[in-house]
């Protein structure tokens, strides 16, 4: 479900500026496979349970059903399930957040299961279906930020830096079965003919509510996740 942030301003700005443009990249490659089970951590004074902390493995990985093999997700209101069930994050990604936040980062810091070496995220449209390794992976949604970011970063402003960034990775769906392993080439082996953008959803979430055009396009989008197509319309219809 949707996770409201309220941002405006000078985040538009912000991200606007990567959605506009495209990344010098090469021929996709999984640089990483990561997967972690729940736990529990301390955070501002409480308890809480979660599976953002990742650990690389070789592989290769079964990618089925709602996920990778020895992954877990923690809140299936907002990770995991169908439309969520592998998080992918593009590897270039990472110089621009060190240099950003001045700090080294460890591997799968976004709790991505898959970093992709040459991911064009704002590429790829909803629909849209890769072959990684045996598996096909469909795109489907955008990262949109909750305070489990925060946890894994040690900072709760975080949350807000990544929403603003426009860096926000891809959710995908597994259109098939298989197994996956560090080095697999990634290639897209289908082209949505809608060709509507998965940061679409991102850019009018977090940036501008009123482009009804574009939110009646995603909520007419047949591949798009329910519970999206749901905001979308209430958004449509001035119920929230």
């Given at each position: ?14 991200g ?34 979660t ?34 069930a ?27 299961n ?18 990684v ?71 009018v ?21 329910p ?11 001035g119920?929230?």
């Amino acid at each position: 479900m949707p996770i409201g942030l309220g941002l405006h301003g000078s985040a538009a700005t912000t991200g606007a500026r990567y959605q506009s443009g495209r990344m010098e990249v090469s021929a996709m490659k999984v640089a990483a496979i990561a997967v972690g089970m729940s736990r529990t951590v301390s955070w501002q004074g409480g308890e809480v349970v979660t599976s953002i902390f990742k650990t690389p493995v070789a592989g290769p990985v079964m990618a089925r059903g709602s996920g990778l093999e020895g992954d877990s997700q923690s809140d299936l209101r907002v990770h995991g399930g169908e439309f969520k069930a592998v998080y992918a994050y593009a590897a270039e990604h990472y110089d621009w957040w060190r240099s950003t936040l001045g700090r080294e980062l460890e591997p799968a810091n976004f709790g991505e299961n898959l970093t992709i070496s040459g991911l064009d995220e704002p590429d790829l449209c909803i629909g849209d279906v890769v072959r990684v390794g045996d598996a096909q992976l469909e795109a489907t949604l955008p990262r949109l930020p909750c305070s489990k970011l925060g946890i894994r970063f040690g900072d709760p402003l975080m949350v807000k830096a990544f929403a603003e960034s426009g860096r926000w990775g891809i959710y995908f769906r597994i259109a098939r079965e298989g197994r996956i392993a560090a080095g697999d080439p990634v290639t897209i082996v289908r082209r949505d003919p809608a060709r509507l953008p998965v940061y679409e959803i991102a850019r009018v979430h977090v940036f501008d509510r009123r482009r009804a055009e574009t939110m009646r396009l995603l909520a007419n989008h047949p591949r798009l996740d329910p519970g999206w197509r749901d905001w979308f319309l209430q958004q449509l219809a001035g119920t929230q």
